[in-house]
């Protein structure tokens, strides 16, 4: 007899769990929140020119540098690969319990559909929808090889500095700012590229085990090294770019570009650094940073509904600058990573993966934590001395 779908979404214990997968999800949901926060605080241009709102200080031009070069676009490609992973683990580990594996896993991201629509309603940003709706390609292409989900991810990468500089050449800018962009294909189009092309990423890391802590501390040192060397200086240099140019709209679609392109060998460069961070003793702060990424979906749409009662309403007629945005994301970080692990410690998931999990399995999940809970098994490099197969987790 086949086991019930409740079996199939309970929570992922040990030997199975991941610690390493937790403290990259944890470092991803805190991460977005540093760029999101721009759009919850000031105006929509700013989001993609720092020059637009916000600054009235050098510690304003600061905190605006260092998030395009260290977290715009990156911590949200984290996000996405580990979306694409989550998909494909849930319906690796259906089928592996005699369970329709895409007819569960297809109604699963109908419902994430509905959670991101009702998060659009709150906030424009929402990237939940596309998720979801990229979910049956991944479905589809979850069995090929990692190389062919490498090259798949990066190619539909490559769309969005192609669509970039083609939009950049046909958009009469004169007299125009860079909200109005908003309305260009590109920025439809763009959004979409650059998630899909990371879930496809995403699945390939799942995969090989990388996302799992399976290889040596020598590869992620060596994945960390090259992947902050690339994109760094390609992030420095889209910044650069367009500082030079004075943030001209003539400029600011490809101006995009190098960002772009840094996103993949950053976000690569910042799993190597997790997953060390993982393998070392552990620390009030990863324990938590841990609970926070078990707790991914709860915090993701907490952060907007925060962001925008105190940004977008409550101050709403407070002239915000970085700084001042920066010390709200501070503020989140902090009471997030606290709630996260004293409901953890009580409840076996976070409220919004509790009804996800019921929903998807049309019947309340346990929500109790057990009072005997087996501790999750520390899967970081530390403690493996080879390679396993990636294709059992």
């Known amino acids: 007899m086949s086991p019930s779908p409740a079996a199939v979404a309970a929570p992922t214990e040990a030997p199975s769990r991941h610690t390493s997968l937790d403290l990259i999800r944890g470092v991803a949901v805190m991460g977005i929140l540093v760029m999101n926060a721009v759009s919850f605080g ?7 020119n720092i ?4 600054m009235t200080t050098w510690l304003d031009w600061a905190i605006g540098v260092a998030g ?6 990156k911590f949200m490609g984290l996000f996405s690969a580990l979306f694409g992973a989550g998909i494909v ?4 580990r259906a089928e592996a319990k005699g369970q329709r594996a895409i007819v569960m896993s297809l109604w699963r991201n109908v419902l994430l559909l509905a959670i991101g ?3 659009y309603q709150l906030w424009a940003g929402d990237v939940l929808t596309t998720y979801a709706l990229a979910a049956p390609l991944l479905l589809l292409l979850r069995r090929l090889q990692p190389r062919m989900l490498y090259l798949s991810g990066f190619l ?17 800018t004169n007299g125009t700012d860079f909200g109005s962009f908003r309305e260009d294909l590109f920025y439809i189009v763009d959004p979409f590229a650059r998630a899909i092309a990371m879930m496809l990423i995403g699945v390939g890391l799942y995969r090989t085990g990388i996302f799992t802590g399976d290889r040596s501390p020598s590869f992620y040192r060596r994945l960390s090294v090259w992947g902050l060397g690339v994109g760094m200086p390609l992030s420095a240099l889209g910044v650069v770019y367009v500082a030079a140019n004075d943030f001209s709209p003539d400029v600011a679609l490809v101006g995009s570009i190098p960002n772009t392109l840094a996103t993949i060998p950053m976000v690569l460069g910042y799993i190597g650094l997790i997953v060390l961070w993982d393998a070392r003793p552990q620390t009030f702060l990863v324990v938590r940073l841990r609970a926070a990424g078990r707790m991914a979906l709860t915090n993701y749409l907490t952060q907007s509904m925060i962001g925008v009662a105190i940004l977008t309403v409550l101050l709403a007629d407070v002239d915000l600058t970085r700084s001042m945005i920066a010390v709200f ?3 989140v970080w902090a009471l997030q990573i606290w709630w996260s692990k004293a409901w953890l410690d009580r409840y076996r998931f976070g409220p919004a993966e509790w009804l996800w999990r019921s929903a998807t399995n049309l019947s309340l999940q346990p929500l109790r934590q057990r009072t005997q809970e087996t501790r999750p098994v ?16």
């Open 51 to 54: 020059s637009a709102d916000g």
């Open 117 to 119: 629509f009702l998060h």
């Open 68 to 73: 395009e070069v260290f977290v715009d676009q």
């Open 378 to 393: 520390d899967c970081s490099v530390a403690n493996r001395s080879a390679p396993t197969d990636p294709g059992r987790h």
């Open 156 to 172: 539909i990468m490559m769309l969005s500095p192609v669509l970039a500089a083609w939009a950049q050449s046909t958009v009469d």
């Open 42 to 48: 000031l105006i929509d241009a700013a989001y993609d």
């Open 329 to 331: 994301a501070v503020g």
């Open 89 to 92: 683990l849930y319906a690796d």
